[in-house]
């Protein structure tokens, strides 16, 4: 397979995703906003500003839109601001350009499938959002990108392009899980005195719901919720396809389909980094974790993230351009 192509599949399903955790880190917030049950704390700043910080796009946000952080402008930002790459419209317009790019490699329904999703969002915008609620639009968005993947799923073929789609959507899925995580624990519940109360709960509740993991938490856990069961559960549950141990799981079986039969690729540095990932998160004590800094921890692991990001970049995509370079 072609690198270019190879990176327009990736780019295409890390795109897709973090389209949908967009949603899901917009969902949480709204939801969490709404169980303070007080107006004050819905006009209030520290209300969204989270948002903007964790999505990483807090200098662009705050040159756009000014030093106030409200639930419209953050909205508008994440959800229909093209002039943020990370936003929902930014993410599917370019899934689709990708898409586009590769149609000969894609079943007529699966390109039909993005398409018409992209022509029914491209008007959108916060008037929409507000007509609808925040929970129906969010939730229309999430199953718009799950009609797709189940399209995908079952048409496209297990070769190369199967695989690097696979890898870049399960290493978006981590690094967005523990952003999720990020958005409720350091940002939305800084003071102690909280922990443990019934509105934590109510709290932790719409984080597992975002995630759509609340069910399957409490047939596999059997207990109350609690901040140390339910970060366990969303950093390092091997069962729930939407932990960051089981995406990097997921990740690390798609590099290995990807260099079969390549002996020279066998211990690339992507497949290595994101091993040493695994081997770390399953021995992490989450308890111990929560107590020297959950905040740090996620930070580091979306740190290690970008480092594998990086790794797949230099081994897969750009390696031989560079080399000529270097040639040259």
């Excluded at 149609?103 to 329904?109: I, P, T, V, Y």
């Excluded at 929970?135 to 009609?147: M, P, Q, T």
């Amino acid at each position: 397979m072609l690198s270019r192509v190879a990176n327009l599949i990736y780019w295409m399903a890390r795109q897709l995703e973090r389209a949908e955790n967009t949603a899901r880190i917009v969902d949480v917030n709204s939801q969490l906003v709404l169980d303070l049950q007080s107006r004050q704390a819905a006009d209030d700043p520290k209300s969204w500003e989270p948002l903007v910080y964790v999505s990483g796009g807090e200098e662009t946000f705050f040159e756009l839109y000014g030093k106030k952080a409200t639930e419209r402008s953050v909205v508008e930002f994440m959800l229909f601001d093209r002039r943020n790459p990370s936003s929902i419209i930014s993410c599917i317009s370019q899934a689709r350009e990708n898409a586009r790019c590769v149609r000969d490699l894609l079943a007529a329904e699966v390109w039909e499938t993005l398409n018409t999703f992209y022509l029914k969002l491209k008007d959108d915008d916060f008037a929409r959002y507000a007509q609808l609620g925040s929970a129906e639009y969010l939730n229309r968005v999430k199953a718009r990108i799950h009609l797709f993947n189940g399209v995908a799923d079952s048409m496209l073929p297990r070769g190369s392009a199967w695989w690097f789609f696979q890898l870049g959507r399960h290493l978006e899925r981590a690094d967005n899980t523990s952003r999720i995580l990020d958005v409720k624990y350091f940002m939305l519940l800084p003071e102690a005195s909280a922990v443990g109360t019934a509105l934590d709960m109510v709290q932790w509740a719409s984080v597992l719901r975002s995630c759509s993991g609340f069910e399957a938490f409490r047939r596999s856990r059997r207990g109350q919720l609690s901040l140390e069961r339910v970060v366990d559960y969303l950093l390092r549950d091997d069962q729930f396809p939407r932990s960051v141990l089981y995406s990097l799981r997921s990740a690390v079986h798609a590099l290995a389909q990807i260099v079969e039969g390549a002996a020279h690729l066998t211990n690339n540095r992507a497949s290595v980094l994101t091993e040493a990932l695994i081997r770390d998160l399953e021995k992490t004590n989450t308890e111990q974790t929560i107590t020297d800094g959950l905040h740090e921890f996620l930070d580091t692991i979306q740190l290690r993230l970008n480092e594998v990001h990086t790794a797949v970049q230099q081994t897969f995509i750009d390696y031989p351009t560079n080399q000529a370079r270097i040639v040259a």
